[in-house]
């Protein structure tokens, strides 16, 4: 087997896995109490560390292939600039324009009477608009590993991160609209079988088309970004006004991912 497609199966196998955990862990109640007064932290580190890989990582990767194109500065750096906040406002509408009541982190209850706090079409409408992003989660994944093994895995680790939290919303979500555990493996092993879908549907486009990860590669960094930016950020905000550790986690994920750049740089280099 390829060995570029055997990692890009484990990176996306991994990936999809986080998902259905994350649903998991809605219901073994020690370890969901225990996720539950996590999950701000871990949000906070995700989106630090998917800062530091979309703008040390992703941009100048992007920068490098559009000027390799021979053009003067400016010409050559529009379109990726473009194909950037493409994906930026592509997960806006279908992440909160579509499907508002999707909240990354937030997690919703059935009343006392065991009511639906809300519908099963907004639940799924919700899930549905989440898929666009969790699909170029999978682009970037492999997207990033065609140009360097190391940024492939730098990029993984930062999909990786919000994969938890993500199963965990979207799971909860489900059980708000006064479904069960079933419903909830459903969804969350959707949500993860989109990412590893998108693995392998770049994979093969990557591979027979050289300029396919000039174009993938902005448009999934700019749903990098907005993940970071717009999903995860505002919720440590919230949190960070009664604990001010949550916001130091976000500069611990962005010193993770030195950590884990300088890591890679010495295996992988020698």
Known sequence: MDPQLLQLLVFGLLAAGGNILGGLILFPSRLHDFYNRSLKYLLALGAGFMLAVTFLEILPKVIGLWQSTGHDLTESLTMPMLLMLGGYLITQFFE???APHFHLGGEMHCDEHDHASISPRSAYTAIGGLLIHTFFDGVSIAAASQIDLKVGAL???AVFLHKLPEGFTIGSMVMASGKGFRQVMYATTLVGLTTFVGVIVFFLIGSSTSQAV???LPIAGGVTLYVAASDLVPEVNHH???N???SISVFAGVALFFATQQILHAVLDH
Do not use: E, S
Request: proline share 7%; net charge positive; glycine share 6%.
């Open 214 to 216: 000039a174009y993938a």
């Open 244 to 246: 001010p550790l949550v």
């Open 155 to 157: 990029v993984f680790l």
């Open 96 to 98: 909160h324009t579509i």
């Open 240 to 242: 960070a006004g009664k």
